[in-house]
């Protein structure tokens, strides 16, 4: 994974799986829907949340209002990439 010089102190975990639906010949179609739940703790995994230099200054009231309303309490900041440059 390429990442910017920016966001280079960030300890970040990432998660892709690719499961394979068994497909039934008789029927032609999904002997189960793709996809499958997995039990975590987001509180254990995540310090802070970032919002994105590119989100428009409405995103982040966003993100405390979704963080807020599934009883959820993380450090919310803009990017440091949003931030004036300093020469």
Do not use: N
């Not at 497909?23 to 189960?32: G, I």
């Not at 970032?50 to 309490?73: K, M, Q, T």
Request: hydrophobic residues 45%; proline residues 8%; aromatic residues 12%.
């Amino acid at each position: 994974m390429c990442k910017s010089l920016v966001y280079a102190h960030e300890r970040e975990l990432r998660v892709a799986t690719w499961p394979m639906p068994q497909f039934d010949s008789d029927t032609r179609r999904l002997k189960a829907p793709p996809g499958f739940f997995v039990h975590l703790e987001l509180e254990s995994l995540v310090t802070s949340l970032v919002v994105s230099p590119l989100a428009p200054s409405w995103f982040e009231d966003v993100v405390r209002s979704a963080i807020a309303r599934y009883g959820l309490d993380f450090a919310i900041r803009r990017s440091l990439a949003s931030a004036e440059p300093i020469y």
